[in-house]
Every structure is written in structure tokens, then in C-alpha cells.
């Protein structure tokens, strides 16, 4: 079973401002003269870290990771003003010609594979291939299983710690209340939210990890917590700023390039059946099931299935 690569430093880091509000952290690691590839991090709202370096072979690829608006290094944190996908789009394509690349080589779990199928179909020249985990296709039906209608039917005990903040005439939607309890003014309301958010997609997320325990998952530091719970409501409640059925009404956009799509058997965040239909509309792409994967990619099982991935993908583009 493949492992992730060694830890490696970046050679280069960089802030830049993308607009009046905003400024973007990025990094670079591995082989500057290698097969250029960029790291979406999901959430939204998350941010990268040094492990998302160590999916990719440090001789061969040329790595570069960002972390999206509001998220992480870049700043304003937490920041929702000029912040859409859109916005990120445009973020990426400012990263990819300060840096003077011709084409990368897209590689996003969960939002980051939304975000990297947008990226494609509005600059399909710049795309070489895509690898894409736990798809999250960003329709109603996506947003409705983690937050009221699907995941709750296998966490019912933690999804009634989550629903109680919702007064019972609004549980319809719940993205809609805890969205107004973190963007209103009473900061003890807002904190309270954002854990509760927290603990719910955090037991989703982790339940097929062994070394966690969902009973007494806790998140880390609240202020953190708020900020990416800020961007994540954020963009649910707007519907991830995309037209419904967007991504799959759009795949004729997409570039003839390689791509590799896999997904957990077992991911009750993000469901096969996103990655199943995605891969039915891209008849040349190829589907990897992992079995025994949930979510995550630092899941063993998942870890060997997105190394590989990697690998193949080098062999083949290089």
C-alpha cells in the first residue's frame, strides 16, 4: 500500500493581492522544473497545509498550494466580502501567471474537486488533467444530504445536536438559520453555532477514522472555528454561487485531458453517486472505488488510492 512522500519544505511563499480587499497565500514545493500541479483545498473554508505537499512525488512535480479567500494564510480570515467562486476562479488564474504556467494539472477533494471542475470548463487550456476525490457536484441534493436530508438518517444522534439550534418552524433549513446566527452581531450566538457546525461535519467527516472518537470530537480553537465556519455558510447559503446541475450541464466545457475520479465506498459527506454520474458524463475519464475510503484523503486506503493516482498521472503527462 502506497504511502504518502516524505515531508518537504516550499521553497517559496508568496502573498499577493488579488483586489482591493483581499490578499492570497501561496507556496511552492518540490521540483520548480517539474509537471506543474495545484492543490484545491475543500470546506470551504479550510486552507491547505504542509501534508497536501506529500501526494505528489517532490522530483517530478512542481507543487503549488493556496489557500482560497478568507481562508487559512490569506487575508482578511474569515472574510465573505468579494468572495464567490467566481472570485476564486479568477485567484487561481492570478496565481497560475504570476508564476508564468502554461497548464497545471488539477488535483481537489470534496469542494476542491467542485471548484477544480469550474476551474475546467472556464479555462479548459490551462487544465493538462485533473485527479478529483469525494466529488461534491454542489447541487441542492448535495448540500440538502450532509445538512438535513441523508446524513442525519445515519448520525441521527449527533444530527440532533446539530438540528437543536434551529428553531423546529425552520428546520426546512438549517444552512439558512445557522447562516444568520454566524453573520449576526451577537458574538456568543456565533460561537455557539459555528462549534455546533463544527462537531456536526467533523463526525461525518471522521467516522471512519479509528483513532477518533465522534462521541467526544471537540473542535480546536474557536476563533478558527468562526472564520471557516464564516466561509462555509457563506457559500452554502448562496448555493456555492453556481447555477443548480451547473458542473454537469457544463461537461461538454470540460478539456480532452485525463482525468481520474476517486471516491470512498464508504464517504457519507460527499456520495458516490456524485463521482458515478460525473464519470458517466466523461466516458473517457476513469473511476477508482476505494472500497474500504470514507472522505478523507489521509484515510490509508484513500492515501494509496490518490499516491497512485499521482503517480500514473506523472508517467503519462511528463
Not at 502573498?15 to 522544473?33: A, K, L, R, T
Not at 470551504?44 to 489557500?67: L, T, V
Not at 464567490?84 to 494539472?105: A, C, F, G, P, V
Request: glycine share 8%; with cysteine; aromatic share 10%.
Amino acid at each position: 500500500m502506497r504511502i504518502l512522500y516524505p515531508e518537504i519544505q516550499a521553497f517559496q511563499s508568496h502573498h499577493i493581492s488579488v483586489d482591493d480587499c483581499h490578499q492570497i497565500y501561496f507556496e511552492q514545493s518540490g521540483n520548480p522544473d517539474g509537471l506543474p500541479v495545484v492543490f484545491l483545498h475543500g470546506g470551504p473554508g479550510s486552507g491547505s497545509n504542509e501534508n497536501h505537499r506529500r501526494y505528489f512525488d517532490p522530483a517530478r512535480y512542481h507543487i503549488i498550494n493556496f489557500d482560497q479567500r478568507g481562508c487559512n494564510r490569506s487575508t482578511p480570515n474569515g472574510c465573505t466580502e468579494k468572495n464567490t467562486s467566481q472570485d476564486l476562479l479568477k485567484d487561481m488564474e492570478s496565481i497560475r501567471q504570476y508564476l508564468n504556467i502554461d497548464r497545471w494539472l488539477i488535483f481537489g477533494g470534496s469542494w476542491g474537486a467542485t471548484l477544480g471542475l469550474l476551474y475546467a470548463e472556464a479555462y479548459r487550456d490551462k487544465v493538462s488533467g485533473m485527479i478529483l476525490r469525494g466529488t461534491f457536484l454542489a447541487r441542492q441534493a448535495d448540500l440538502d444530504w450532509f445538512v438535513k436530508a441523508g446524513a442525519n438518517r445515519v448520525f441521527p444522534d449527533y444530527w440532533q445536536e446539530f438540528i437543536q439550534l434551529v428553531p423546529e418552524d425552520e428546520r426546512h433549513d438549517p444552512v439558512c438559520v445557522y447562516h444568520r446566527y454566524l453573520h449576526g452581531t451577537d458574538k456568543q450566538e456565533q460561537a455557539a453555532a459555528a462549534r455546533a457546525w463544527s462537531i456536526w461535519a467533523g463526525r461525518v467527516v471522521t467516522y471512519m477514522l479509528t483513532d477518533v472518537n465522534p462521541d467526544s470530537y471537540e473542535p480546536g480553537n474557536i476563533e478558527q472555528v468562526i472564520n471557516e465556519v464564516l466561509i462555509e455558510t457563506h457559500y452554502a447559503r448562496n448555493v456555492y454561487f453556481i447555477k443548480e446541475n451547473q458542473i454537469l450541464d457544463d461537461i461538454k466545457l470540460l478539456p480532452d485531458v485525463p482525468v481520474t475520479i476517486i471516491h470512498g465506498r464508504l464517504d457519507l459527506t460527499c456520495t458516490l453517486d456524485a463521482s458515478w454520474k460525473l464519470h458517466q458524463a466523461m466516458p473517457g475519464s476513469e473511476l477508482v472505488i476505494v472500497r474500504d475510503g470514507g472522505h478523507l484523503a489521509g484515510e490509508a486506503p484513500m492515501v494509496d488510492a490518490l499516491i497512485s493516482a499521482t503517480d500514473r498521472m506523472a508517467e503519462l503527462l511528463i
